[in-house]
């Protein structure tokens, strides 16, 4: 079992311009979340996805959207890129409406934008 | 809205000595405490979790003390080794959407620097 995998592992990106990150859940996951951790930081929760739908939503602007597909993987989309947005993208997966320690955490991708 | 944060950002201490991380908090009505570790390069990994109605948990050679009158949540490392370092969230668990999964609102983080 791969547990959850996220692509790529690097990205940078200019100002302006867009991103789209990429999830896979632990095999016997259904429930993705998305974090973002800034350098220095926590994770702060951006939302999450069951049943292809965004279920609950953290206090981020429109520019962050996602999509959670058939298969359980799920892409985070940001437009209009801000130098605030450099951080560590995280996601986490989780059997639907379980607790803490049944919550995986990728590797994150690491987003700069210049 | 409600904070979770940590008293210090860096603890350096000895291999085999016992860590102390502490953490505090400030929702009164909070009910659920996770810490996790996250080491370089990887996400949070759970350590062990405790919930208002205890006020000591063990874990294997972990240990989490939450003390609820001063709304304070500590982890203990016994006999800490160099692949503890690290650093160190506690977090608190929100109830998610209907049906969903919890969802973790995370401090600032203790970075445990263990010497050989």
């Known amino acids: 079992d791969a547990g959850v995998t996220q692509s790529p592992t690097h990205l940078i990106k200019t100002r302006g311009q867009q991103v789209t990150l990429r999830c896979s859940p632990k095999s016997g996951h259904d429930t993705v979340s998305w974090y973002q951790q800034a350098l220095g930081q926590g994770p702060q929760f951006i939302f999450q996805y069951y049943e292809e739908e965004e279920r609950q939503r953290g206090n981020f602007p429109d520019r962050f959207s996602g999509h959670q597909f058939p298969n359980y993987s799920s892409e985070l989309n940001v437009n209009a890129l801000l130098l605030g947005d450099s951080a560590l993208y995280l996601c986490a997966s989780s059997p639907k409406g379980k607790a803490a320690d049944t919550q995986y955490f990728g590797p994150g991708t690491r987003l700069t934008v210049l | 809205g409600e904070s979770v944060g940590l008293h210090l950002p860096t603890l350096s201490v000895q291999e085999g000595d016992n860590s102390i991380i502490n953490c505090a908090y400030s929702n009164s009505a909070s009910d659920y405490f996770i810490w996790y570790k996250q080491e370089s390069g990887k996400g949070p990994q759970f350590i062990i979790d405790?919930?208002?109605?205890?006020d000591k948990r063990q874990g294997q050679r972990v240990t989490v003390l939450l003390n609820k009158t001063v709304k304070h949540l500590s982890l203990q490392i016994a006999a800490t080794q160099p692949g503890d370092s690290a650093v160190y969230f506690c977090a608190e668990k929100g109830m998610g959407p209907e049906g969903g999964s919890y969802i973790p609102t995370f401090g600032r983080g203790t970075s445990l620097i263990v010497h050989p």
């Open positions: 405790i919930r208002s109605n205890m």
